[in-house]
C-alpha cells in the first residue's frame, strides 16, 4: 500500500479474506475526509486492534499484548522487512509482489536488531549465537529456575534456619548449594547475596552450554522481558513486603507458590 500509494485490486482481495468489511469501511471515510490524504495502512492497523483484538481492547488489557509484540524477535524481523521492502519498491516497483507468505519468509530472513539503537544492536549479538527454538526452551527453563529461587528466597535471607521445605528442595534440586553458601555466608557476612548466589549456581551448573557458547546473556535479555517472568518477580515483590516481619508457617511449597504466582495481577500498579 505504501509504494503503491494505494490498495491494487490483488491486494484488496487479501485483505478482504482476512478482514472482511475493512475495505468498504475504508472507502466510505475516503470518500469523506479526501483532504486527509493517504492514511490506509494506520486505518487498518487501527481496525485490526479494534476488531480481531477487540476482547482484550473491551477488556483493557490490548496495551500488554502490544508491549510484549514489540519486543518479539518476529515484530523485529517483520519492522525490518516492511521498511526495507518499502524503500525497495519505493525505487523499483517489482513485476510482482510477492504472496503475503513469501513475504513471512524473506521477513523470517532479516536481520532484527538492524532498526535498533547501536548500543541495543550490541547488545543483542549474542541472540545470533543460538537458534530460536533452543533459545525459547532455555528461556523457559530459566524462568522456572528464577521462579525457584524467588520462592527460596525468604526464607535464605530471613537469616535464621531454613524452613525443613526449603532445605529439602534445595538439597533436592541443587546438591551442595546450602553448604557452599554457608560457607559463603561466613566469609562475606551479607546475608542479602544468598538469592544472587543461588543464581549463580543455578547459571553454573544448568546453563554450562549457553555459557560456554557465549548465548548466556540471551536468556537475561529474553527474561527480563517475558510476562511470566515479570509476573513471577511482582508476586516475590509482594510476598516479601508480607513476609517482612515473619516467614509463614507453614512455608507454602513451591507448587502452591508458584501457582499464584501464575495467577498474580497487582491491580494496584500504574
Known sequence: MESEGSVPTWLAEQIEDRCPGFIEEDRRYTAEHADDGFLTPIRLGSWIDEHVF?????SGWLNAISYYAVREARYQRASVCWSQS???WRKARPILHPSFEEWLAEAAKCDDTANLL???RKERQCFKLVSPEKLDQAVTSYIE???FAYWCRPALEAGAPLPDIVASELQCRCPGFVEFNESARDEDHLIQQDWHRLMVWV????FIEAK???WFDAILISVRNHPRGIRTLEYW?????RWASALPVPYPSFEYWRHNADRYVDLGAD
Open 145 to 147: 529456575w528464577e521462579a
Open 86 to 88: 518499502v524503500d525497495r
Open 203 to 206: 547459571a553454573d551448573h544448568f
Open 54 to 58: 477487540e476482547f482484550a481492547r473491551k
Open 237 to 241: 515483590e509482594y510476598c516479601d513486603d
Open 118 to 120: 547501536p548500543e541495543i
Open 212 to 214: 560456554r557458547e557465549g
